[in-house]
């Protein structure tokens, strides 16, 4: 019909939505709004700073707990020698009490990224001690070079730095037997 397009025009007329106000584009919109306000909360948080406290007890747990040793060998040559080809401190020094103690064998451990050095001795048989060595720098509060005594979990444990390394040796001998290798 000649007045179809009259009707159809006087009829309804569409109405086409502006953009912003579709359901749709406001929830992405609060989504991302959300998104960057979790990333710069985020982004801008304090770093939880490593404690040596934390170091200390993590690699104590581990031995009580379950461990492994890479190298079993009462070589110190083959242990240093192990640890200069993986990744570890192939330069720690024991302290002079501890050079006579019999090694049993050495492995790799981590902490937070960082490696660490697990070296064993066997003072007496069925008698483990483990000492571990890692950068210094990663722990803000290292003790000093004067051994810190402290007991954790079951073993008793002596904390120092030497040089730009930090060391932790545990064992289940017992304090007094810990302290006599530091006279």
């Not at 002596?158 to 037997?177: H, K, R």
Request: hydrophobic share 45%; net charge positive.
């Amino acid at each position: 019909p000649t007045n179809r397009k009259e009707q159809l025009l006087a009829s309804r007329k569409i109405v086409h939505p502006v953009w912003w106000r579709s359901t749709g584009i406001r929830a992405a919109a609060v989504a991302a709004i959300l998104v960057v306000l979790l990333s710069v909360i985020v982004w801008h948080s304090p770093t939880h700073t490593a404690t040596f406290e934390q170091f200390r007890d993590r690699m104590v747990r581990t031995v009580v707990r379950e461990y492994r040793m890479d190298i079993t060998t009462n070589s110190e040559v083959q242990i240093r020698k192990f640890f200069a080809e993986q990744p570890g401190q192939p330069d720690y020094r024991l302290p002079l009490g501890m050079t006579k103690l019999p090694l049993f064998g050495a492995g790799r451990l981590s902490w937070q990224g960082n490696k660490v050095s697990m070296i064993c001795f066997q003072p007496r048989p069925k008698v483990l001690m483990y000492l571990f060595v890692m950068d210094q720098s990663v722990l803000p509060d290292a003790p000093g070079l004067k051994p810190e005594f402290d007991n954790v979990v079951r073993l008793a444990t002596a904390s120092w730095s030497d040089g730009n390394q930090v060391y932790v040796l545990a064992s289940d001998t017992g304090m007094p037997e810990l302290k006599s290798l530091f006279k």
